[in-house]
């Protein structure tokens, strides 16, 4: 079919010198954002060096989803990630695939003389590099979204917990804002909660919200109705100036709400609402 | 058990209502819809089953599983060939305070779905079509 | 016929909806309770819907129907255990239940009706009649 590649033989025959060649001109780059060490970084181009022969002398240069291929696009997909954690854009990471073209190119115009052999063998060679290119970006891309993705989970869990004040009192601190597929989430958690825990109070505080919107507002409107329908009352505390303004400029009717302007009041409220309170020890 | 793409009912008796609330929850399930949602597309069935007793003299119910650009949905469509509905933009109107009957169960069924379409012609009959994606 | 049973235990009277009931069972049930209303001079109803997944309009009719016949009586009632995903859903359906009193369970179910017995008109505190923005007086 193809005639054998000639590049198996220069990859093994000049090792050393592409290596020090790639290395030399991704470290200047590197070194001005100063994300990674230059021993770290020759060590990368070490091992990607070595992988990428050690897979080419297997014959086949076109296909790299095939398993002679998957060393090296592991090691390809740890460094991207690794770059996207430290910090790099998704184009210096695919730099580091691209920046080998040099070199290697320059050896083929050395060692090969018939023209059309060598535009053949460069073509291979880019084609090959682009791919490696490319699997870099996309192992880059992945990483990010799985970091947002993490982060989005626990930022979710971290800002809507119910939390158990007492005995038939639940807290909900609401931080950030309230979009709307996250209010059904809280809403059904917090409802999920009053029934798991036969709790008569739920106090829900939006200190932590920055601003509220008709849509949030209503929301947190049904939230209240829910519950009581359930048969169990809503505190809702925090309430900032501006929100308490907003509420009324919005003309929304919060007449059939209790309200309390802290955490602290609606804590003391929902005691006396369960026939509880809290007494100072008479000191000495 | 897989369920049928569709599936038509009747609507003739009391019973039948209940009949076709069963059915929407097991479409429901089936196509994966959170409980709160067969909750809703439930009830709305309910609504719209009984305006089809009550009002329209009887009809059908039919339910189809929907597969649209990624997303799973699924379509009620009830038909009766009663006396029709004289004013729909009243009908739709919250009309729960005024001791619920048609008015209630129309607007209801309209909150609770994601798509509602009503056709109404007197004498001829009505067909109300309610959607909830998922 | 089938009707739903109805438990009377002591001064009260204790209904459990399992069923997925039709439009005329409902109102079956809300003919029967009245009448055992009078029958036993019952003081209180506790309605256990716990069990029920749906509540559309009809059946919010009922219970507000039945709620306020037994009053004509001189009897509270009380629903209790209503599930979460049902109350988002009549909340959505925009049915208020007003004049209906409800509460997590049937030991507070109870706990109400005992309260309403022994208390005077007006120091009532369920969630539907809406507390003032004062502090609520237990």
């Known amino acids: 079919m193809m005639s054998t590649s000639k590049i198996p033989d220069i990859l093994q025959t000049y090792e050393a010198d592409l290596l020090t060649e790639w290395h030399q001109s991704l470290a200047t780059t590197h070194a001005q954002k100063g994300l ?8 990368e181009c070490r091992e990607f060096l070595k992988l990428l022969r050690l897979a080419v002398q297997q014959g086949n240069l076109t296909n790299l989803q095939a398993a002679e291929w998957r060393e090296l696009r592991e090691l390809l997909t740890s460094i ?42 460069i073509w291979t060679a880019t084609t090959l590099l682009d791919q490696l290119g490319l699997l870099a970006v996309e192992a880059y891309q992945k990483a990010r979204e799985d970091v947002i993705r993490r982060q989005q989970e626990e930022l979710m869990e971290l800002s809507t917990p119910v939390v158990k004040l007492w005995e038939g009192i639940l807290a909900l601190p609401i931080i950030g804002t309230l979009d709307s597929a996250r209010t059904q989430v809280v809403m059904e958690s917090l409802l999920q909660k009053i029934v798991e825990t036969g709790s008569e109070v739920a106090i829900i505080d939006i200190t932590g919200v920055p601003t509220v919107d008709t849509l949030t507002a209503q929301h947190l409107l049904k939230t209240v109705t829910a519950a009581r329908l359930m048969g169990a009352d809503c505190i ?7 929100i308490a303004q907003t509420i009324v400029y919005l003309g929304i009717d919060l007449t059939d709400v209790i309200t309390k302007a802290t955490l602290a009041d609606a804590f003391l409220m929902a005691l006396k609402r369960v026939g509880a309170a809290i007494t100072r020890n008479q000191a000495k | 058990m897989t369920m049928p793409q569709s599936e038509t009912m009747a609507i003739q008796v009391s019973a039948d209502v209940v009949l076709v609330r069963q059915a929407v929850r097991q479409f429901a399930v089936e196509l994966g819809f959170g409980l709160v949602d067969q909750t809703k597309i439930v009830t709305a069935a309910s609504e719209l089953a009984r305006n089809t007793l009550n009002y329209g003299g009887g009809g059908t119910a039919t339910l189809e599983m929907l597969q649209e650009n990624g997303r799973r949905g699924l379509r009620l469509t009830f038909e009766d060939q009663g006396p029709g509905i004289p004013d729909l933009e009243l009908a739709l109107k919250d009309g729960y305070t005024t001791g619920g009957g048609l008015g209630m169960g129309l607007s209801g069924a309209k909150r609770l779905a994601n798509e509602f379409a009503i056709e109404s012609v007197v004498g001829k009959g009505t067909r109300v079509t309610i959607v909830r994606w998922k | ?23 005329r069972l409902a109102m079956t049930l809300q003919d029967d309770l009245t009448n055992r209303i009078t029958q036993t001079h019952a003081q209180g109803v506790l309605i256990d819907i716990s069990a029920l997944e749906i509540v559309d309009s009809f059946i919010g009719r009922i219970l507000g129907n039945i709620a306020k016949m037994s009053r004509v009586l001189d009897a509270e009632t009380v629903v209790v255990g ?11 359906l925009g049915l208020s239940l007003t004049g209906v009193r409800t509460a997590l369970n049937v030991e507070k179910g109870m706990a ?14 369920t969630a539907t009649e809406g507390l003032s923005n004062d502090d609520a007086a237990v």
């Open chain 1, 80 to 121: 991207s990630r690794s770059r996207s954690h430290k910090g790099f854009t998704p184009s210096e990471t695919a730099i580091f695939v691209f920046s080998f073209k040099q070199p290697l190119f320059d050896r083929l115009r050395q060692q090969l003389h018939d023209p059309t052999e060598l535009s053949q063998e």
């Open chain 1, 236 to 242: 809702i505390s925090g309430i900032r100036p501006q």
């Open chain 3, 1 to 23: 016929m089938e009707r739903i049973p109805i438990l009377q235990m002591g001064d009260f009277l204790l209904v459990t909806i399992q069923v997925d009931m039709h439009d």
């Open chain 1, 36 to 43: 990674i060490k230059e021993a770290e970084l020759k060590e």
């Open chain 3, 82 to 92: 209503m599930q979460p995903a049902v109350a988002i859903t009549l909340v959505e």
């Open chain 3, 112 to 125: 109400l009706l005992q309260a309403a017995l022994h208390a005077t008109a007006t120091s009532s505190f």
